[in-house]
T-cell receptor, first 111, second 114 residues
Framework: SQTIHQWPATLVQPVGSPLSLECTVEGTSNPNLYWYRQAAGRGLQLLFYSVGIGQISSEVPQNLSASRPQDRQFILSSKKLLLSDSGFYLC??????????FGSGTRLTVV | TQLLEQSPQFLSIQEGENLTVYCNSSSVFSSLQWYRQEPGEGPVLLVTVVTGGEVKKLKRLTFQFGDARKDSSLHITAAQPGDTGLYLCAGDDAGGTSYGKLTFGQGTILTVHP
């Protein structure tokens, strides 16, 4: 069966520190991978998506970057965090953009 | 840019009542999905509708996709406290690609009181 792992679940980081959030998918090959950010109790905003290894598309200009070093691994990074980077980050995968599964999310608080 | 307007933003009702959540857009979507999310968890897919005019039922939940594929609704019959959560609609871009980029509505926070 297909599963998606996202970690850590919570993270508190000081302003200016680096960030690395990791997401891995099991049980599928060549998935589309996504990073979303969610404000408290609201909808999700697409940050990045990837249709293959090394292929990253950014949806909004920001202080974050994404990488896909392996087929089923998606990483969200920042060199220097800002207060405005706080939020709930969700990784997701889909096959041909149709069936969609989300990870359990990472609550990031920048202090 | 595609936008989805979801309403109402908040809904507080008593157990046993019926409710409807709406999702509207001026854009056409190739498919529309509904999710339910618990606090601190990722959204869980409830249903995907792909055909204009399509109606899908999931126990007490009824989902409808508009004929023009620009709007959708979620109707819950005889709501229960276990239905409490954040409900999200999301549209898949109609560009004919397989990228699966979703545009989300703002969400509806539903609270069902016993």
């Amino acid at each position: 069966s297909q599963t998606i792992h996202q970690w850590p679940a919570t993270l508190v980081q000081p302003v200016g520190s680096p960030l690395s959030l990791e997401c891995t998918v099991e049980g599928t090959s060549n998935p589309n991978l996504y990073w979303y950010r969610q404000a408290a109790g609201r909808g999700l905003q697409l940050l990045f998506y990837s249709v293959g290894i090394g292929q990253i598309s950014s949806e909004v200009p920001q202080n974050l970057s994404a990488s896909r070093p392996q087929d089923r691994q998606f990483i969200l990074s920042s060199k220097k965090l800002l207060l405005s980077d706080s939020g709930f980050y969700l990784c997701a995968w889909s096959v041909r953009g149709f069936v969609y599964t989300f990870g359990s999310g990472t609550r990031l608080t920048v202090v | 840019t595609q936008l989805l307007e979801q309403s109402p933003q908040f809904l507080s009702i008593q157990e046993g009542e019926n409710l409807t959540v709406y999702c509207n857009s001026s854009s056409v979507f190739s498919s529309l999905q509904w999710y339910r999310q618990e606090p601190g968890e990722g959204p869980v897919l409830l249903v995907t509708v792909v055909t204009g005019g399509e109606v899908k039922k999931l126990k007490r939940l009824t989902f409808q996709f508009g004929d023009a594929r620009k709007d959708s609704s979620l109707h819950i019959t005889a709501a229960q406290p276990g239905d409490t959560g954040l409900y999200l609609c999301a549209g898949d871009d109609a560009g004919g690609t397989s990228y699966g980029k979703l545009t989300f509505g703002q969400g509806t926070i539903l609270t069902v009181h016993p």
